[in-house]
Nanobody
Framework: QVQLVESGGDLVRSGGSLRLTCAGSGFPVSDVIMTWHRQAPGKAREWVATLAPGGATFSADSVQGRFTTSRDAAKNALYLQMNSLKPEDTAVYYC???????WGPGTQVTVSS
């Protein structure tokens, strides 16, 4: 079965860093467009970043210069490196196969001030 599982979320102080991992199974993450989204309580789900098969990356203005996404084909994993974290980054983070119904269960990131 095609599955995604996120991990790496934690409680971190403002200005700190975290690396989230999205472990894929049942498909090669290197062959599809992968995305990261996040959702804070009371807010709509927000697109964060995208990684295309050729290596091109795109990110939302709100995280530009602070977050980067990458993948390791050998481990079939997608990563989101988050630096200079702000309280506004607090949310549940999800990975997704682009424009599909395949999502992971999410991982909680909480940034304290």
């Amino acid at each position: 079965q095609v599955q995604l599982v996120e991990s790496g979320g934690d409680l971190v102080r403002s200005g700190g860093s975290l690396r989230l991992t999205c472990a894929g199974s049942g498909f090669p993450v290197s062959d599809v467009i992968m995305t990261w989204h996040r959702q804070a309580p009371g807010k709509a789900r927000e697109w964060v970043a995208t990684l295309a098969p050729g290596g091109a990356t795109f990110s939302a203005d709100s995280v530009q210069g602070r977050f980067t996404t990458s993948r390791d084909a050998a481990k079939n994993a997608l990563y989101l490196q988050m630096n200079s974290l702000k309280p506004e980054d607090t949310a549940v983070y999800y990975c997704q196969i682009f424009e599909s119904t395949t999502w992971g269960p999410g991982t909680q990131v909480t940034v304290s001030s």
